[in-house]
């Protein structure tokens, strides 16, 4: 099984590792075959990811995908981010062995469940209220 240089350099030195404190969004995926696991938190500000970190379990690909999916979503926004797909990752990481390609697709997963956890945090920090003097009803945050 031969790795692209950049599969190595993810691996040996990867890049936003670890866990962001109070983050607005976490999403933990995993492969009951392979034990990998992945977490990727997010910080959101005005609908981009302004942060983001990652904790891995798993093989020199799970680590690599991790570490580039969080370079790739980092200054995007949700929308954006949301288009970064499996392959988009093998291919910044310049290939991926066949069998390992099942690890990009939990960096993908991982990304899209940390972005869910946001929007559905985001959804319940909604309240109904009157507003002031319009007596109309409307959505505004707590």
């Not at 190595?8 to 995926?29: A, C, Q, R, S």
């Not at 680590?63 to 790739?72: G, H, N």
Request: glycine letters at 6%; hydrophobic letters at 35%; proline letters at 3%.
């Amino acid at each position: 099984m031969m790795y692209s240089k950049k599969v190595i350099e993810n691996f040996t030195h990867p890049m936003n590792v670890g866990e962001l404190k109070n983050p607005d969004g976490v999403g933990k995926v995993g492969n009951p075959v392979c034990g990998d696991v992945m977490e990727i938190h997010i910080k959101v500000e005005n609908n981009r990811i302004k942060d983001i970190k990652f904790k891995t379990f798993g093989c020199a690909s799970a680590i690599a995908t991790s570490s580039m999916i969080t370079q790739l979503a980092k200054g995007k926004t949700l929308d954006e981010a949301r288009k970064i797909t499996k392959a988009d990752v093998a291919k910044e990481l310049e290939g991926l062995p066949k069998l390992k390609m099942h690890c990009s697709n939990l960096a993908e997963e991982a990304l899209n469940a940390a972005i869910d956890n946001y929007e559905n945090k985001s959804k319940q920090s909604f309240v109904r209220h009157e507003c002031h003097g319009c007596n109309k009803k409307c959505e505004k945050r707590k």
